[in-house]
């Protein structure tokens, strides 16, 4: 027999949740919608293009005008409504031509359905390429440059692959590439394209999401956010041990992660299709009080950055975890702490006050859900050196057996100190200053980093 809820209990959470939503910036980052392009494959690229701006059209006509709907009868604000589909580099593989005549109709589609992004212009290529992933690698530059709401992503890593060095070096020039492409946007390409290790087929966050072919054709899944209820819960407890911080910590991702399965569960029975995951990662703005970098000060840090740091973000990351796991048995994607720089005021402040250094992020980077995400550096900076961030990533992902990634922007003609303003949820970053010593000689050898022997579990 389940327990009952007495009536002060519930009008108690009504009541709490109310107050996360108007005074503590909850919100659901994301409604994602996942669609399955493999069907669109056609003797033609032509005919292919066609066939995949008909099914984006078609499968997600409803969703955003649902997502509002939801939101007025909820009053819980759905910030993003996004599209998710088939990677890419698995169409071009079966079709000649030019790939990014796949990316502008996924575009074209993006905006006659009314979506913020959409993603999967993406290659998996941790064990190698085949021609036609080459293909869509060498045309990202131009895809992401010429399209407005496309996003794309390189998977170069696993736990079972190793981790493929060859993608990575040119993974660091196409980063450059991009930067030049969209040197009047502040980079703004850059922000679009994100290099990971173990990757996720069920990530509704940009600019990673992309459709597994092992999910079903459409499916709907969610990202929370909500830093600014943990950072309310966190900053209350001014004398408690950290465990009992970890406790009221666990709480409030619990009652966050609830309010994502309804808005999921709401929606995907409205559309019609399956209900996919609720990804719980706590995933920051540049507004105030949005911050994951505050949590972490309110735990007791001067400033995040300062010895220490890693060992908090472990410790919101892990009760993340274990509350929202409480509130929801399809939890999925990332799920656990995001660290973006330029969507952190937290992080902002940390990186212009020179507490908070690259090298740090990358400690953290094993700690939290991603990895060193968008981050300004310099615009000098060589690919090489952009491939050697990459590669730590990637190398911090594979021996731990989670998802780390790179979406950094190395704007031209900036420098250490400058700010570079990318607009909206991506918010602005200060230029951060990286080890100029040289990455070359390594990069170049190429080749692959064989998998740790951890990694064969089997």
Do not use: W
Request: aromatic share 4%; glycine share 12%; net charge negative.
């Amino acid at each position: 027999m389940e327990p009952r809820l007495s009536a002060g209990t519930l009008s108690q959470d009504i009541l709490e949740t109310i107050e996360m939503i108007e005074r503590y910036r909850l919100d659901i980052r994301t409604v994602t919608m996942g669609i399955n392009l493999i069907p669109c494959i056609r003797a033609t690229l032509e005919q292919t293009c066609e066939a995949v701006y008909d099914r984006v059209v078609s499968c997600a006509g409803d969703l955003v005008p649902v997502c509002e709907g939801i939101e007025r009868e909820l009053g819980i604000p759905i910030v993003n409504k996004r599209i998710s589909v088939t990677p890419v580099g698995v169409l071009a593989s079966a079709v000649e031509g030019n790939p990014v005549r796949i990316a502008e109709a996924l575009d074209r589609a993006a905006r006659a359905v009314g979506v913020n992004f959409i993603g999967g212009y993406s290659a998996l290529v941790e064990k190698g390429a085949t021609q036609g992933e080459k293909n869509l690698i060498d045309s990202i530059p131009e895809a992401l440059s010429t399209t407005d709401v496309v996003c794309g992503s390189v998977n170069v890593g696993s736990s079972k692959a190793g981790i493929n060095m060859n993608a990575i070096k040119k993974m660091g020039t196409v980063i450059k590439e991009c930067a030049e492409a969209t040197a009047d946007q502040g980079a703004i390409a850059c922000a679009k394209l994100v290099v990971f290790a173990n990757s996720v087929s069920d990530n509704p966050f940009m600019a990673g999401a992309y459709h597994g072919v092992e999910e079903q054709d459409v499916v709907i899944n969610v990202g929370v956010s909500g830093p600014g209820v943990v950072d309310r819960a966190v900053g209350s407890l001014e004398n408690a041990t950290l465990n009992e911080v970890a406790e009221e910590i666990k709480r409030a991702a619990f009652k966050i992660t609830r309010s994502g399965q309804l808005v999921g569960v709401m929606a995907a029975q409205r559309l019609g299709v399956p209900f996919g995951i609720v990804d719980l990662s706590l995933a920051p703005t540049a507004e105030l009080g949005d911050s994951v970098a505050h949590i972490l000060e309110h735990m007791g840090l001067g400033q995040v950055g300062t010895h220490g740091t890693t060992a908090a973000l472990a410790l919101l990351n892990d009760a993340v975890k274990k509350g929202g796991m409480m509130a929801c048995s399809r939890v999925g994607g990332l799920s656990g702490s995001f660290i973006p720089v330029s969507e952190d005021k937290g992080m902002i402040d940390a990186v212009r006050a020179g507490t908070l250094s690259i090298d740090k992020l990358e400690a953290m980077t094993a700690i939290c859900s991603v990895g060193l995400d968008m981050i300004a550096i310099p615009g000098d900076t060589p690919a090489e050196s952009i491939a050697g961030m990459i590669a730590d990533e990637a190398a911090i992902g594979v021996m731990n057996h989670k998802t780390t990634a790179v979406r950094v922007i190395p704007a031209p003609g900036t420098k250490v100190g400058d700010e570079v303003d990318f607009g909206g949820l991506l918010g602005y970053a200060p230029v951060i200053p990286v080890n100029t010593a040289s990455s070359a000689n390594f990069i170049n050898r190429g080749g692959f980093i064989p998998a740790p022997i951890h990694g064969f579990r089997n």
